[in-house]
């Protein structure tokens, strides 16, 4: 690209790139937390239960995992501005296009010749 022309180019993708990477390590230590200190307790308790505590211990952690994957998901929403695409902001005023009548135009502008 040319050199006139790169201040009109901003970089828009170091603006999203850190925080986005800065998001995605906080979530995986979330995940390597919640893990160590739910799931994987919760997975040893399940090899002594009974049928039914089974089935309670699976439904808890397969909340818990769906409300970490929300939380992902909109995180990544709101990093992204996906919002834009489908709520843009508000835009300015539309103008009325003045309509000018040709002929007339072409009258004002035309030298009076005289008859020939």
């Known amino acids: 690209m040319d050199k006139a ?23 995986a230590l979330l995940i390597v937390f919640v893990s160590n200190y739910y799931l994987l307790p919760a ?13 309670h211990l699976r439904a808890e952690a397969a ?14 929403v709101l ?9 843009p902001g508000p835009k300015a005023p539309r103008t009325q296009t003045k309509y ?8 004002k502008r035309a030298k009076d010749v005289g008859p020939e």
């Not at 970089?11 to 800065?22: D, G, K, M, S, Y």
């Not at 769906?66 to 939380?71: F, N, Q, R």
């Not at 000018?100 to 009258?107: K, L, Q, Y």
Request: charge should be positive; aromatic fraction near 20%; glycine fraction near 2%.
């Open 5 to 27: 022309y790169n201040h009109f180019v901003p970089h828009r993708r170091a603006f999203t790139f850190w925080p986005a990477l800065f998001f995605l390590v906080f979530f």
């Open 43 to 55: 997975l040893s308790a399940s090899q002594s239960a009974t049928q039914p505590a089974r089935a």
């Open 63 to 76: 909340l818990v995992l769906s409300i970490l994957l929300v939380i992902l998901f909109c995180g990544l």
């Open 79 to 87: 990093m992204f501005k996906v919002h834009r695409f489908f709520l």
């Open 100 to 107: 000018v009548d040709a002929w007339a135009e072409a009258g």
